[in-house]
């Protein structure tokens, strides 16, 4: 974050999150915001807000990279946010590189794996390399 303030870069996080009392289809679920997230409930998606100002992001973005879900998409009344996500990269004409394992089987889900620019299932490594960090594998590559 301090980051991002020195480079005068926006950094967006969730505003609102999606909630439940348990990971499982039929569990009650709420719409929290700013304040938090109670006691006895669990984080599971992005809220609607949060899907509103990403795919505004999106959707101005020449280069997009995404590494991770934006909740247990797993769970079909969780999977929204990653759903919309996933969706607006797709159509946003952007060069999208997408990263992680989790992140592949969400494309894979909703049939948008061919919608995106690049996949790689090396999620941390991917975020390894984006941050400038050797990587052993291309470093073997690039000694032969």
């Not at 889900?109 to 919608?115: K, M, N, P, V």
């Not at 995106?116 to 490594?125: D, E, K, L, N, P």
Request: glycine share 14%; net charge negative.
């Amino acid at each position: 974050m301090r980051e991002a303030a020195h480079l005068k870069k926006e950094l967006l996080l969730p505003i609102d999150h999606l909630i439940a009392k348990k990971i499982e289809e039929g569990s009650e679920t709420k719409t929290a915001g700013q304040e938090g997230i109670p006691d006895g409930w669990i984080g599971v998606d992005i809220g609607p807000v949060t899907v509103s100002l990403y795919g505004k992001a999106i959707a101005e973005s020449k280069t997009i990279f995404w590494n991770g879900p934006m909740g247990v998409f797993e769970v079909n009344a969780f999977a929204a946010g990653t759903v919309e996500i996933a969706k607006r990269i797709a159509a946003s004409g952007a060069v999208s590189v997408v990263g992680g394992g989790d992140s592949v089987a969400a494309l894979n889900q909703f049939g948008l794996e061919g919608s995106v620019t690049h996949i790689s299932t090396g999620g941390g490594a991917s975020l390894e390399f984006i941050e400038g960090k050797e990587l052993p594998g291309v470093q073997a590559l690039s000694e032969k």
